[in-house]
Protein backbone atom coordinates (compact mmCIF):
# COMPACT_ATOMS: atom_id res chain seq x y z
CA UNK A 1 0.00 0.00 0.00
CA UNK A 2 1.07 3.95 -0.26
CA UNK A 3 1.50 6.10 1.69
CA UNK A 4 2.62 9.88 2.10
CA UNK A 5 4.76 11.42 5.31
CA UNK A 6 5.34 14.71 5.57
CA UNK A 7 8.06 15.79 8.22
CA UNK A 8 7.27 18.45 10.22
CA UNK A 9 3.60 19.65 11.18
CA UNK A 10 4.40 23.08 11.68
CA UNK A 11 7.10 25.19 9.64
CA UNK A 12 7.92 28.74 10.38
CA UNK A 13 10.11 31.14 7.96
CA UNK A 14 11.07 34.51 8.23
CA UNK A 15 9.73 36.68 5.09
CA UNK A 16 11.83 36.48 2.03
CA UNK A 17 14.03 33.39 3.25
CA UNK A 18 13.79 30.02 1.86
CA UNK A 19 10.31 27.72 2.19
CA UNK A 20 11.18 23.82 2.17
CA UNK A 21 8.40 21.98 2.89
CA UNK A 22 9.23 17.62 2.97
CA UNK A 23 7.30 14.72 1.13
CA UNK A 24 8.58 11.16 1.25
CA UNK A 25 6.39 8.94 0.02
CA UNK A 26 6.33 4.93 0.02
CA UNK A 27 5.28 2.99 -3.59
CA UNK A 28 6.10 -0.32 -5.00
CA UNK A 29 5.01 1.23 -8.49
CA UNK A 30 5.35 4.11 -9.84
CA UNK A 31 3.80 7.35 -8.69
CA UNK A 32 2.05 10.09 -9.28
CA UNK A 33 2.93 12.96 -6.70
CA UNK A 34 0.75 16.10 -6.07
CA UNK A 35 1.10 19.46 -3.61
CA UNK A 36 -2.12 20.92 -2.47
CA UNK A 37 -2.55 24.56 -0.71
CA UNK A 38 -5.41 25.01 1.42
CA UNK A 39 -6.32 28.29 2.87
CA UNK A 40 -8.56 28.61 5.48
CA UNK A 41 -12.26 27.57 5.26
CA UNK A 42 -11.43 26.71 1.56
CA UNK A 43 -10.63 23.31 -0.37
CA UNK A 44 -7.81 22.60 -2.31
CA UNK A 45 -5.44 23.95 -4.86
CA UNK A 46 -3.29 22.33 -7.07
CA UNK A 47 0.49 23.47 -6.92
CA UNK A 48 1.92 21.19 -9.26
CA UNK A 49 2.17 17.39 -9.76
CA UNK A 50 4.40 15.06 -10.80
CA UNK A 51 3.63 12.29 -13.44
CA UNK A 52 6.46 10.97 -15.68
CA UNK A 53 9.70 12.91 -17.79
CA UNK A 54 11.27 15.48 -15.87
CA UNK A 55 11.79 15.88 -12.12
CA UNK A 56 11.79 18.83 -11.37
CA UNK A 57 8.40 20.35 -11.80
CA UNK A 58 7.46 24.59 -11.23
CA UNK A 59 3.88 25.06 -9.89
CA UNK A 60 2.16 28.36 -9.52
CA UNK A 61 3.54 31.17 -7.18
CA UNK A 62 6.80 30.31 -7.64
CA UNK A 63 6.83 26.75 -6.07
CA UNK A 64 8.81 24.10 -7.12
CA UNK A 65 9.71 20.43 -6.52
CA UNK A 66 11.87 17.90 -7.54
CA UNK A 67 10.91 13.98 -7.55
CA UNK A 68 13.77 12.26 -6.26
CA UNK A 69 13.50 8.45 -6.72
CA UNK A 70 16.10 6.95 -4.91
CA UNK A 71 15.07 8.91 -2.28
CA UNK A 72 11.56 8.25 -2.31
CA UNK A 73 11.30 12.41 -1.73
CA UNK A 74 9.14 15.07 -3.53
CA UNK A 75 10.13 18.03 -1.36
CA UNK A 76 8.37 21.64 -2.33
CA UNK A 77 10.54 24.79 -2.25
CA UNK A 78 10.31 28.70 -2.67
CA UNK A 79 13.13 30.49 -2.85
CA UNK A 80 11.57 33.99 -1.14
CA UNK A 81 8.23 33.10 1.25
CA UNK A 82 5.62 35.71 0.71
CA UNK A 83 2.75 36.47 3.63
CA UNK A 84 0.31 35.00 0.92
CA UNK A 85 2.11 31.71 1.00
CA UNK A 86 1.06 31.64 4.92
CA UNK A 87 -1.45 28.10 4.63
CA UNK A 88 -1.59 24.56 5.05
CA UNK A 89 0.16 22.48 2.22
CA UNK A 90 -0.71 18.54 1.18
CA UNK A 91 1.55 16.19 -0.68
CA UNK A 92 -0.14 13.66 -2.08
CA UNK A 93 0.48 10.36 -3.93
CA UNK A 94 -1.84 8.03 -6.75
CA UNK A 95 -1.15 5.89 -9.41
CA UNK A 96 -1.71 5.52 -13.36
CA UNK A 97 -5.09 4.92 -13.92
CA UNK A 98 -6.74 5.19 -10.05
CA UNK A 99 -8.11 8.70 -9.32
CA UNK A 100 -7.91 8.03 -5.04
CA UNK A 101 -5.45 10.59 -3.68
CA UNK A 102 -3.87 9.50 -0.86
CA UNK A 103 -2.79 12.29 1.31
CA UNK A 104 -0.14 13.31 3.94
CA UNK A 105 -0.99 14.77 7.25
CA UNK A 106 -0.46 18.33 6.19
CA UNK A 107 2.42 21.43 6.76
CA UNK A 108 1.18 24.35 8.53
CA UNK A 109 3.44 27.01 7.14
CA UNK A 110 3.40 30.19 9.08
CA UNK A 111 5.76 33.30 7.71
CA UNK A 112 7.06 35.41 10.25
CA UNK A 113 7.17 38.85 9.18
CA UNK B 1 -15.10 27.33 -16.52
CA UNK B 2 -16.46 27.33 -13.27
CA UNK B 3 -15.48 25.35 -10.76
CA UNK B 4 -16.62 22.57 -8.67
CA UNK B 5 -19.38 23.57 -6.70
CA UNK B 6 -20.37 21.79 -3.27
CA UNK B 7 -23.77 22.65 -1.73
CA UNK B 8 -24.64 23.41 0.98
CA UNK B 9 -21.68 24.99 2.87
CA UNK B 10 -22.48 24.45 6.68
CA UNK B 11 -25.20 21.99 7.40
CA UNK B 12 -25.81 21.21 11.39
CA UNK B 13 -27.30 17.92 12.08
CA UNK B 14 -28.17 15.93 15.09
CA UNK B 15 -26.93 12.52 15.85
CA UNK B 16 -29.35 9.64 14.41
CA UNK B 17 -30.19 12.13 11.08
CA UNK B 18 -29.17 11.91 8.17
CA UNK B 19 -27.94 14.23 5.55
CA UNK B 20 -27.39 14.38 2.40
CA UNK B 21 -24.47 16.80 0.41
CA UNK B 22 -24.17 17.59 -3.53
CA UNK B 23 -21.59 17.70 -5.65
CA UNK B 24 -21.51 19.71 -9.25
CA UNK B 25 -17.91 19.13 -11.06
CA UNK B 26 -16.27 21.02 -13.73
CA UNK B 27 -18.31 21.20 -16.94
CA UNK B 28 -16.83 18.04 -19.21
CA UNK B 29 -15.39 16.22 -16.27
CA UNK B 30 -16.49 12.32 -15.55
CA UNK B 31 -14.90 11.22 -12.89
CA UNK B 32 -16.23 12.77 -8.90
CA UNK B 33 -14.35 11.94 -5.80
CA UNK B 34 -15.39 12.48 -2.03
CA UNK B 35 -13.04 12.81 0.37
CA UNK B 36 -13.41 13.27 4.23
CA UNK B 37 -11.44 15.76 6.30
CA UNK B 38 -11.07 15.83 10.50
CA UNK B 39 -8.16 17.50 12.44
CA UNK B 40 -7.64 14.01 13.85
CA UNK B 41 -7.80 11.63 10.61
CA UNK B 42 -6.99 14.04 7.99
CA UNK B 43 -7.54 13.51 4.49
CA UNK B 44 -9.53 10.49 3.82
CA UNK B 45 -10.70 9.22 0.73
CA UNK B 46 -14.23 7.89 0.67
CA UNK B 47 -15.23 6.82 -2.73
CA UNK B 48 -15.24 8.03 -6.71
CA UNK B 49 -17.75 7.69 -9.43
CA UNK B 50 -17.25 7.31 -13.04
CA UNK B 51 -20.05 6.97 -15.62
CA UNK B 52 -22.66 6.60 -12.79
CA UNK B 53 -20.32 3.49 -11.11
CA UNK B 54 -18.56 3.14 -8.29
CA UNK B 55 -15.17 2.61 -9.38
CA UNK B 56 -13.14 3.14 -6.01
CA UNK B 57 -14.34 2.60 -2.42
CA UNK B 58 -12.50 3.64 0.66
CA UNK B 59 -12.48 1.84 4.40
CA UNK B 60 -15.78 3.86 5.34
CA UNK B 61 -18.78 1.82 6.76
CA UNK B 62 -21.71 1.60 5.19
CA UNK B 63 -23.83 4.25 6.49
CA UNK B 64 -21.71 6.71 3.88
CA UNK B 65 -22.88 5.92 0.25
CA UNK B 66 -23.04 8.18 -3.21
CA UNK B 67 -24.08 8.30 -6.71
CA UNK B 68 -23.13 9.74 -10.08
CA UNK B 69 -26.15 10.93 -11.95
CA UNK B 70 -26.40 10.77 -16.06
CA UNK B 71 -24.80 14.43 -16.20
CA UNK B 72 -22.14 13.44 -13.78
CA UNK B 73 -23.12 15.79 -10.88
CA UNK B 74 -23.35 13.60 -7.49
CA UNK B 75 -24.35 13.24 -4.11
CA UNK B 76 -23.27 11.30 -1.16
CA UNK B 77 -24.92 11.03 1.80
CA UNK B 78 -24.30 9.77 5.54
CA UNK B 79 -27.17 7.56 7.58
CA UNK B 80 -27.71 7.62 10.97
CA UNK B 81 -25.03 10.71 11.70
CA UNK B 82 -22.62 10.26 14.59
CA UNK B 83 -20.97 12.76 16.58
CA UNK B 84 -17.56 11.56 14.99
CA UNK B 85 -19.21 12.20 10.76
CA UNK B 86 -18.39 16.11 11.94
CA UNK B 87 -15.65 17.38 9.22
CA UNK B 88 -15.44 19.06 6.31
CA UNK B 89 -16.33 16.97 3.00
CA UNK B 90 -14.67 17.58 -0.12
CA UNK B 91 -15.35 16.71 -3.66
CA UNK B 92 -13.12 16.92 -6.19
CA UNK B 93 -13.68 15.96 -9.99
CA UNK B 94 -11.04 15.30 -12.76
CA UNK B 95 -11.30 14.54 -16.56
CA UNK B 96 -10.47 10.85 -16.70
CA UNK B 97 -8.73 10.79 -20.08
CA UNK B 98 -8.02 7.22 -19.23
CA UNK B 99 -3.97 7.68 -20.47
CA UNK B 100 -3.25 8.87 -17.17
CA UNK B 101 -3.85 9.89 -13.76
CA UNK B 102 -5.78 13.22 -14.27
CA UNK B 103 -5.57 16.56 -11.96
CA UNK B 104 -8.50 16.43 -9.51
CA UNK B 105 -9.62 20.18 -8.88
CA UNK B 106 -11.21 20.53 -5.63
CA UNK B 107 -14.83 22.41 -4.40
CA UNK B 108 -14.93 24.38 -1.76
CA UNK B 109 -16.17 21.32 0.85
CA UNK B 110 -19.41 21.12 2.90
CA UNK B 111 -18.88 21.90 7.16
CA UNK B 112 -20.61 19.26 8.22
CA UNK B 113 -21.63 19.40 12.33
CA UNK B 114 -22.87 16.89 14.32
CA UNK B 115 -24.16 17.67 17.71
Known amino acids: AQSVTQLGSHVSVSEGALVL??????????????WYV???????????????GATLVKGINGFEAEFKKSETSFHLTKP????SDAAEYFCAVSFFGNEKLTFGTGTRLTIIP | KAGVTQTPRYLIKTRGQQVTLSCSPISGHRSVSWYQQTPGQGLQFLFEYFSETQRNKGNFPGRFSGRQFSNSRSEMNVSTLELGDSALYLCASSLYSGE????????????????
Open chain 1, 38 to 52: QYPNQGLQLLLKYTT
Open chain 2, 100 to 115: ETDTQYFGPGTRLTVL
Open chain 1, 21 to 34: LRCNYSSSVPPYLF
Open chain 1, 80 to 83: SAHM
